[in-house]
């Protein structure tokens, strides 16, 4: 039967015989020299933790160390014996003779960070194996969604390449430059707020911009220009100031956003271009915005119907590949769910906590757009939206961080009214921060421009100045 073996059950049998990444002359080197000196104690630290360790001989031993360098207590080869024996562990760790051997092998504590470094860059590779193994031992369970098998296995990858070795104190001449380098980068930086500005002034003076971890609902009823004010933020960031922006369109095809965008940039009528009867003068505009357009960092990806994971997935490899400051989901109801739930309000609760560990995992603002209910039709008044009109689900209340509403007076009025309304008001637009988690609500105008599909800072209208008597 042996001689059936395949090529790979062969390399499974070799894999189980292969023994982990490990130095123990290096963890040897770093526990003798954390016995030699105190300084050395506090260097290791910054590297190491005890399962950084590969014997559990030497994790004890470690971890002996650090609780006796936090309560202040030398840290001796009898201070760690007399530990060990305390708690139990000396036999674990060898008994006295391999604590004494450790301090007498070790001949100084100079190298004590480039051991230390040896010892966790063999730790990493030891966790990469152990998440290869778990990576594939939940492919070949086949139970599991396939989408969130490989969003976990991202997620372990991603884990582990962000655990850089540690940095401690530097001379301040080495920090003095990079002071310098920061200091210019904020004085040739073109915007004033602390996160991603919208290009909206007034916006951008209430909210100081959108800020990282943040999840930013945009939401509004239908016609009311949600789409037009999210590719409008987007576009100002990444034509404007260089920002690069993410934008997953569920909604529309990739070619429809270009042009609404390259419209906007162009400030042409949207409505001539799809129809074909721009006016040749106007081409010539088009094609000088479509150059500023491409060199302006906007990743688009439209994919229909794709699940949280998949979304997820695709926005970590767009930070890691490009650096991704912001990302913009258009809209958060197309999102497919991927586990069944008892209700559409349980799917909408779990795709808006989505939304919100992604902001947090990324570090980057995450602004999502919404439907809202039929209640503010259904209210009298001015129609305006409140909270309670978020659609299907108050979770997106609860996990959004900055909840933005868009009310325009002017898709509510009809017959005579809608007729004689003024260019000011029919361009007028309510921007309405209903909620601020580390501010405070309020409402700013702005001006819609509907055959431009885009939004700009509102300039209140001059008053008639009246002649006075000579």
């Known amino acids: 039967m042996a001689g059936n ?33 105190k300084e050395a104690v506090s260097k290791a630290i910054q590297y190491l933790e005890p399962s950084d360790f590969y014997t559990a001989q030497h994790q004890v031993i470690f971890k002996a160390m650090i609780d006796l360098f936090n309560e202040g207590q030398p840290v001796d080869q009898v201070s760690v014996v007399d530990r060990l024996d305390k708690n139990g562990s000396l036999e674990v760790a060898g008994g006295a003779y391999y604590i004494t051997g450790l301090v007498e092998s070790t001949p100084s504590a100079a190298n004590i960070e480039y051991h230390a470094q040896i010892v966790l860059e063999k730790s990493i590779l030891r966790k990469l194996i152990m998440a290869a193994n778990e990576i594939q031992a939940e492919a070949y369970d086949g139970r599991e969604d396939v989408f969130y098998v490989l969003d976990k296995a991202e997620e372990r990858i991603f884990a582990l390449s962000e655990k850089r070795l540690k940095v401690g104190f530097r001379k301040f001449d080495e920090v003095l430059s990079k002071t310098f380098e920061y200091l210019d980068a904020i004085h040739n930086r073109r915007w004033d707020t602390t996160g991603v500005p919208t290009g909206l002034s007034d916006l951008d003076n209430l909210t100081s911009g959108f800020h990282n971890g943040d999840l930013i609902i945009i939401a509004g009823r239908p016609g009311m220009g949600k789409t037009a004010l999210a590719l409008t933020i987007a576009r100002n960031a990444a034509v404007n100031w260089q920002i690069p922006v993410g934008f997953f369109s569920l909604e529309m095809p990739d070619y429809q956003i270009a042009m609404r965008l390259l419209c906007a940039e162009a400030r042409v009528d949207s409505q001539l271009v799809r129809s074909g009867r721009l006016p040749k003068e106007q081409w010539s505009k088009l094609s000088v915005k479509s150059g500023i357009l491409a060199n302006a960092p906007i990743y688009i990806d439209d994919s229909p119907a794709l699940t949280m994971l998949e979304i997820r997935a695709k926005a970590r490899r767009l930070k890691a590949e490009k650096d991704a400051k912001i990302i913009f989901v258009d809209y958060l109801q197309l999102i497919r769910s991927t586990r069944s739930a008892e209700s559409r309000q349980q799917e909408i609760a779990e795709i808006s906590r989505g939304l919100k560990a992604m902001a947090k995992e990324l570090d980057i603002p995450v602004v999502a757009l919404s439907q809202l209910s039929r209640a ?3 209210r009298g008044g001015d129609h305006r939206p409140q909270l309670s009109d978020l659609r299907e689900s108050g979770a997106i209340e609860q996990d959004a961080d900055v909840v933005i509403f868009i009310y325009r007076p002017v898709v509510y009025m009809k017959g005579k009214e809608r007729e004689t309304a003024s260019p000011e008001v029919e361009k007028l637009a309510e921007i309405i921060v209903a909620k601020q988690r580390n501010g405070p609500p309020g409402t700013v105008k702005s ?11 509102y300039s209140p209208p001059r008053a008639e100045v009246v002649p006075g008597p000579f």
């Open 447 to 457: 001006v819609f421009i509907d055959r431009y599909a885009r939004f700009e800072n």
């Open 5 to 37: 073996r395949t090529k790979a059950d062969l390399a499974d049998s070799a894999d189980t015989l292969r023994v982990p990444p490990h130095s123990l002359e290096a963890e040897q080197s770093v526990l003798g020299a954390m016995m030699l000196e």
């Open 376 to 378: 503010p039709e259904q």
